[in-house]
């Protein structure tokens, strides 16, 4: 593999791997600036309340308070959401109908409502000042379950959405006619599935430190992984040009898709426009829990109908989203769940919708998958159940229905590439499939395989604005600064950046230096979503180092007396093709474009812009051999084999640490994460990592991973995304081994020894 | 005038009025980084003296020191020079034989040369640990002056330079027959002239911070003037990849030339790459006082030969140039001085050469003139005394011997544009020279006018590698950052390098942001010297722009459905020329480029490199109008006229400022400012501001300035330099109008009142 390339597809540490191993590497939290005061929230200890009275006085006088503010010193006073669906970011336009919250709140409609901040000289005197706020509230009654919520007299959380619903989505991918798909189905199976607001337990805490100085400047160090949206949307929250914002990205300590959406930004950017100093807020560890999104979670009724040589002929969804408080991301997990709930296998008939519903709790947003995992976690269960009912090997059922190249996608873009076959049989050699599907043990505990795949998206076309550019500076030593801004989501992948830029440009890795962050230098880039960082950002690098390379061999070319195109460019050095021993150096052709004097100066610089048409779906088997102890309903997962097919591997390493990470994270999605709230008061009640049940590497299954490399016509090098993908299909696969080995299918996450004890039992009596 | 312009030509308060104004803008000395080191630096206090052993353990043990370095320490040692000769910066190529001085030295060659420093938790300690090293010195004779150093038997600093003389010049313009033409000539005078080492006193200390951190990148804010040649040169001393170097240029407090060469940049990376932490390296104010560059001094004697009419036929100048201790940057005064010596004037015979001399003293350097203002001293005044002699009018002699558009400038390219004509019969009335002149006075106080007039350069062709280049990103909100670093001398060019974007571009002022003073994002700029900035770097400023305008043209185009070369953009509107009412915004243009989902999202980037063939010269004539006390030798300069031939004031406000801080150190070259010497000890006497007496306010005379606008066909706009022109002809103006008022040339400078006296005596009694 990748003989043919110098850089691309080497196991490589990632870019930043010394200064985060040293401790060197400078997050928001590391950033001190002159004067800096520090910000805190005063926070809404009701789930549901109007605010009648703030009196801030005397707060305002304790000695080190800057500023003491609520919703009326907010000017101006202007409604938006945190997601930028109010900004024209889809080509659906700005939907100014889903800005529902201000900076800060005049009724609070879930705990941890921001109320009011302050901005003090320290976090001591900040405290101080928040406890010295008065507020007076008059409860109202609380709703936190989203069924309830679409009741006629369940509370009202926004004025203007009726039974709480805040939207009513069809899939535009719905297509053919359910009644008649259904009717001539042989067989159909069907159940309600529940997902939950799982937390993204970013180690790093929400910060940001915002910055308005007498230049009249905003200045912003934010975790946002779509820095250049989020720029924008500050500039429409405060009505400040977008150009007088500088949005910077420091390292951060991962995101998850939980720095999808502004948080912290908004009041930290508030405070400091009061005062004219930088402030810095940073969430405390339970404040990340309590305000910040968590996964939208889902309840859906699924319906499948399939032929009775296992062709999926019908397929129905009828779900319930829970938004939270606020719409916040939830409206695009919708999208994006009703998509592949009814796409990720060819189907005639088929329809998605949803409702969207306010409760009064944490609003729910961004998580890896985005909904996909939610979709997945019912459709590959009533997959493994037709295939038992119609007597069908689940990986042929799968084999049978999946899409192939050229079909439309979950979203109806032509399939670029898929290697998804080659994944499941793979995996099901790698699995032992056939003889362990027949082993399942004796007695008390029972062994079972099972497995559930998927197909995923590498970037947002045609949900969002897709599209980034790029450019390359070479400096006069050869070595090339590469300036990107696709944000970071602390995946790594600016490294698998820089080695494209590395690879189409002749020079090692180490030769590109990755200058990022900073929007007053950096083109737009849509950020770091969707799988979209490698296949989308990469090919502008791609295309901006092609450039720059072409403007490298033009000079060379000279010096060598040969036509640029019979040259190649190849470790740090420019050769001619026939003659591989006749070349010269990429640094003495850089330094020569600055120092010369033939009147023939010049700055190298390469710049691109890309926009894909498609999103060539990254695919992956995965494949699970658990061990359920029937007495006491405790599992074991043995083993995870996972195949993924990636097109490419850019960095062999980051692919795999993304896969690894994502099983970790479905590890927790499938078996113990679930926020536990008070359903009474809506407290949550898990807010830290001491109560909170994330797996750490001792809860770690034995795993074997195998990377297709199947190259897309699209992606850079051949590369699709990764990032999302290693986590999606993970429950599923857990619970149809689990359906092998005991004959029970769960339909509630997180999959708990007591759920699976009450389903044993339910199966025995029935 | 500049009734064409919306933003060129306009009295706009300087980009960064408000910070400064304010005290918010951020300069060296206010960057604090996470475990900041400060360093310090052990200074000879001797001015020759081998360094026998350096004791270095007890600084090393106190509590609190991270470093103690001195050569030893410092891999590789390499020889190099501050002024980057020893870099391919010249078309002469690299002159490795400058090199010669170390990071820190082996021999003391001049009061202050560093020979250990340290770095320590914070600057007492930093101080203590200096006064623990103990340095065995062996003292060796010294020598103070030019001319004694080159006689044998003088003290030999460098071992390479006989008699001290480290380098014999001879000007490259030199041509003709000297014999001939002196032998020609009706009338000849000369004189033997001396100028100073002037003292820049910049308001702000030379400060750098230097962070070397684990990602293996070195960081460097530097008040260098020339950020891009630094860095290069950085990379050269220290054998560090120029990409592995980021070079930061914060706000300035004035530069003057003071910080064209590399100063504390140096020990302070030496520091940081030793500890790995960051480290501030700031001066006391005897510090730049005793190490930093001064200007460069001549001695020379000036000879021309004229014929009857005022034709001048011959000129021939032998010089000393003293360097003092190491050669720094006064290699290029030399050459500017010689230049300008005999090629300010037309003359078919002239000869220019000098000796570049060491000395025991503070290393000279770049000072505003650069040389220039040093021959004009004598030039000048000798051109008065043939006037004298010839009975011609010095204005007459001038307007005869002047160059003319066509001609060969004092490099021998030829002039573009010159408005010196007219400078000089607009100054004349001004000064109401005809009686001015007639009107010397009577008894104790006498008063006298004179002029003097300078032929400048606008950038430093062919010297230097005069090219630069710069690119132009347009915000989404129709705003542009302008990313540019030709360093800033604090003359607030950066301001008027955007009025030319902004005119371009058809934006305001305001709606350009200047993004500069970072290699990791910016293109090679030369730096700001030479009054190259708005010449150069601006012309490549208004490539960038109307690259980025076409693109904004082209898409306004279509939408309004005509040929982009029907449209033009003005004050932030793009319309049809023959419709002007027919139009549509550059912000809504820009926000349709990125935010776009036809398929043609674009982040509009311009760039351009612009390399010169031509230095354009700015031209000026100042008249004096001065009182002498011909019993105290007072002298009170009573009005100045300055008449200013710019080509086009780009920003008439900062022009005037670039003028008028001329002036006022031109009036302390000329009257106050010379650094005190102890010619024994080689001690500076004068080594703060209290005991070096530069103008203030107080000191300034009346003065009458006038902008003579005469667009060149190369400047952008017009454009031609300002900034060193202020200064140079202002002490020679001055020496006229005291020969016009009393009948006495002074030859040495500063003009004090013990010298009036003594020369009125000498008058007296031949």
Same mark, same amino acid.
């Not at 945190?82 to 889809?90: G, H, I, K, M, R």
């Not at 770091?528 to 979209?532: D, K, L, N, P, Y």
């Given at each position: 593999m990748s003989q043919e390339f110098s850089v691309v597809g080497k196991r490589l540490p990632r870019a930043d791997a010394v200064e985060r191993a040293t401790g060197t590497a400078k997050f928001a939290g590391d950033i001190k600036l002159p004067e800096m005061l520090i910000g805190k929230v005063l926070r809404s200890p009701y789930p549901h309340a109007k605010i009648l009275k703030i009196d801030k006085s005397k707060a305002e006088k304790l000695p080190g308070v800057e500023a003491v503010i609520s919703?009326?010193?907010?000017?101006?006073r202007k409604q938006f959401t945190?997601?930028?669906?109010?900004?024209?970011?889809?080509p659906r336009g700005p939907m100014p109908e889903r800005a529902d919250q201000y900076v800060l709140t005049d009724k609070a409609r879930f705990i941890g409502d921001p109320v009011a901040a302050v901005a003090a000289i320290n976090e001591s005197v900040a405290q101080e000042a928040i406890e010295l706020i008065e507020v007076e509230y008059e409860p109202l009654p609380a709703v936190f379950d989203p069924i309830e919520a679409m009741k006629s007299g369940a509370p009202r959380i926004h004025e203007r959405a009726e039974r709480n619903i805040a939207l009513h989505a069809v899939c535009p991918t719905s297509q053919g006619d359910m009644e008649k798909g259904f009717q001539e189905a042989d067989l159909i199976v069907e159940d309600t599935y529940h997902t939950t607001k799982q937390a993204h337990c970013q180690l790093e805490s929400a910060t940001t430190v915002a910055s308005f100085d007498a230049s009249g400047r905003l200045t912003i160090w934010s975790q946002c992984q779509m820095p250049h949206p989020a720029r924008r949307s500050l500039a429409h929250i405060f009505d400040i040009p977008v150009g007088d914002i500088r949005l910077i990205t420091p390292h951060?300590?991962?995101?998850?898709?939980?720095?999808?959406s502004l948080c912290p930004e908004i009041i930290a950017t508030a405070l400091t426009l009061k005062v004219g100093k930088p402030v810095k807020l940073e969430h405390t560890k339970d404040e990340d829990f309590r305000v910040c999104d968590t996964r939208t979670p889902f309840i859906f009724k699924a319906k499948l109908g399939f032929k009775k040589d296992g062709t999926l002929i019908a397929i129905e969804i009828k779900a319930t989203t829970q938004a939270g408080g606020y719409l916040s991301r939830s409206t695009t997990c919708v999208n994006v769940f009703l998509g592949f709930s009814i796409g990720s296998y060819r189907c005639p008939n088929k329809l998605a919708e949803t409702d969207l519903v306010y409760t009064n709790t944490t609003p729910s947003g961004a998580f890896r998958g985005m909904g996909h995992e939610s979709a997945m976690w019912g459709i590959e269960q009533l997959l493994d159940r037709a295939a038992q009912r119609l007597g069908i090997d689940p990986l042929e059922i799968r084999l049978k229905n999946m899409k192939k190249v050229g079909e439309p996608s979950y979203v109806g873009l032509p399939i670029q590439s898929t290697a998804l076959d080659e994944c499941i049989q793979i995996g099901a050699e790698k699995a032992g499939w056939q003889k362990k599907r027949a082993t399942k043990g004796q007695g008390r505990k029972r062994q079972g395989t099972g497995m559930a795949i998927l197909m995923h998206t590498s970037g947002s076309q045609p949900f969002y604005l897709e599209h980034c550019s790029v450019y390359i500076k070479v400096n006069e030593d050869g070595t090339a600064n590469l300036v990107i801004h696709p944000g970071d989501a602390g995946t790594g992948s600016p490294g698998s950046l820089a080695q494209i830029a590395a690879e189409e440009l002749g020079l090692l890795l180490e030769d590109v230096h990755i200058i990022y962050g900073d929007t007053d230098v950096t083109l737009f880039d849509l950020g770091?979503?969707?799988?979209?960082t490698i296949y989308v950002t990469g090919n502008a690098v791609l295309r901006a180092a092609r450039q720059a390379k072409q403007l490298l061999l033009e000079r060379a070319a000279e010096e060598l007396g040969v036509s640029p195109d019979e040259l190649e460019a190849r470790e740090r050095r420019i050769y001619i093709k026939a003659a591989p021993e006749k070349g010269i150096t990429i640094a003495e052709v850089a330094h020569k474009a600055i120092y010369n004097f033939k009147q023939e100066g010049l700055a190298i610089l390469g710049k691109s812009t890309f926009e894909p048409t498609t999103s060539s779906p990254p695919t992956q088997a995965v494949f699970a051999e658990v061990e359920v102890d029937t007495e006491s309903g405790k599992l074991k997962v043995l083993k995870m084999v996972i195949v993924h097919d990636i097109g490419r591997a850019i960095n062999p390493i980051t692919v795999e640490g993304q896969i690894e990470g994502g099983l970790s994270q479905g590890i927790g999605y499938a078996l113990t994460e679930n926020p536990a709230i008070n359903m009474d008061s809506g407290e949550m009640i898990t807010d830290s990592f001491e109560t909170y049940k994330f797996p750490s590497t001792l809860d770690m299954p034995e795993e074997e991973l195998t990377i297709i490399e199947r190259?897309? #016509?699209?992606?850079?090098?051949g590369a699709k995304g990764v990032g999302e993908t290693g986590y999606i299909a993970v429950a599923p696969a857990i619970a149809n081994a689990i359906y092998n080995a005991v004959g029970i299918q769960l339909?509630?996450? #997180?999959?708990t020894p007591e759920k699976i004890l009450k389903a044993l039992a339910e199966k025995s009596n029935p």
């Open positions: 919703l009326e010193d907010i000017e101006p945190v997601s930028f669906a109010d900004l024209p970011l889809s951060v300590g991962g995101s998850f898709g939980g720095r999808n770091s979503v969707a799988c979209r190259p897309d #016509p699209v992606g850079p090098f339909t509630e996450l #997180p999959i």
